[in-house]
C-alpha cells in the first residue's frame, strides 16, 4: 500500500518513532498558542517549519509539496478568517495553520508505517485495564490493513458495472451494492479468520 | 446491544469491524469523491454515519477508531490522500475525533432497544450523531486551532452543513435499502432468517 512516508537518512529518520513524536508535538503545541495579535507570530511559525524542513536530508523542497498538498484547507482557513477577523488574523493564523500541519507531517514522512504501528501497539497495553485487549487489537490493524486493498478493488468493480450499463455519478447508487459487497466479504473473512483458529 | 461490553471481540465482530474501517477509507479514494461546484467534499463522513448504523454503537466507534489509528501511523487514507499525525493537528482534526462520537450516537440511535431500524430514528441519528456530535466536537477544536472565535468558526463551518445534510438524507436511505436488501448485515436478531413476525414470510400475497 501507498504510505506517507519517504526514505532517507535525515536527523528525523534516525530518532526512534516515540520520542520524534513527542519532540513534534512540543513544535506544534508551542505554534499553536502563540497569540494572533501581532504580525511576529507568522514569522515564528514559518521559521519553526523552515527549521524543522531545513535539515540535511529533508529539504524546502519537501516543505513546498506539503503545502501544496494542504492547498485547499489552507484556503478555506484563509478565506474564512479574511472575511470574518480582518487581513492580519487572516494571515497570521493561516502561517500558523500551515506550520502546524507541515511540522506534524514530519513525523509520517520519516516514520516507516510499521514503526509508528510498533509505537501504538507499545502504548496500547496500559489500556489493558479499560478491557482492550492488545493482542487483539494489533490483530485488528493488520486485518483493516489487508481489508482496504480488496475494498478499494469491490468499490472499482461497482463503479465499473455501473459505468456499462450508463450509471455515472450517483453516490446514493454506488453505495447500497458496494456496501452489500464489502459486508459479504466481512463474512468471509470472519470464517476464514475461525478456520485458521483465532477466536 | 444484547452483548455485554466486557465480552471480547468475536471474529465475526472483528472482521466486521475491519472492514467497516476499509469501507470509511475507500469512500475517501479517488472517484469516490462527488463534486459540488468545483469543491471535493469527502464520502467518507458517509462511511462513518453507516459504521454506527450498520454495526452499532460499539462495533461503529471501534471501525471508526481503526481507521484513524492507521491515518495516524501515517497511511494516506483520509479524502485526498491525507494522512499522519498532520491530520489530527490541523484545524479538521477535530472532525476525526467527532466521528467517533458521531458513530457511537448514531448506532445507539439507529438501534435503540435492539429494534429494527425504521427510517425517522434513522434520520434523526443522522442528524443528531452524524452532523450535530461531529460538529459539536469539530468546531471548538478548529476554533482552538485556528484561532477564530466559536461563533464565528459556527458561521465559517455552516458551508459545509448542506453537504452533510445530503449525506445524512442518503445515509438514511441507504440504511433503509440495506434493511430490505441484506438484513444480515445489521448482525442483529431480528435479521435472523428464523424471524419469528409476519413479516419474515416469504409469501407476497397479502401486499
Redesign the interface.
Known sequence: MVTLYRAGTSIWHRLPAGPKAVLLAVVVLAVSVLPAAHWWVAGAAAAAALVCYGVPGIGMRCLREQLWATRWLLLVTAAGQLVLQGPRPAAVNTARVAAVITVAALLALTTRVTDLLDAIERALPPLQRLGVDPARAALLLSITLTAIPALARTAAAVREAQRARGIRGSLRLFIVPFLVGALKHADELGDALTARGIR | MATA??T????????????????I???G?P??V?VFGG??IT?QT?GVM?AGA?LGARLGT?AVA??L??V??????LT???????A?????GGYLIGWMVGAFVVGAIVHLGGRKPVWWRTAAAMVIGGIACVYAVGIPVQS?????PLG?TV??SLAFLPGDAAKAV?AT??VG??VR??P??FGRTWALPVADDAEASPVPAHR
Open positions: 461490553r466486557t471480547r471481540l468475536s471474529t465475526t465482530d472483528m472482521a466486521r469491524v475491519a472492514v467497516f474501517a476499509g469501507i477509507a475507500a469512500l479514494l472517484g469516490g462527488s469543491v471535493p464520502a458517509l453507516l450498520v471501534l481503526v481507521l489509528a492507521l495516524a501511523a501515517g497511511l494516506p487514507l485526498g490522500g491525507h494522512g499522519g499525525a498532520a489530527f493537528v490541523g484545524p479538521s482552538v486551532v485556528t484561532h477564530l464565528k458561521i465559517a442518503i436511505l441507504v435499502t440495506l436488501a441484506y444480515r448485515a
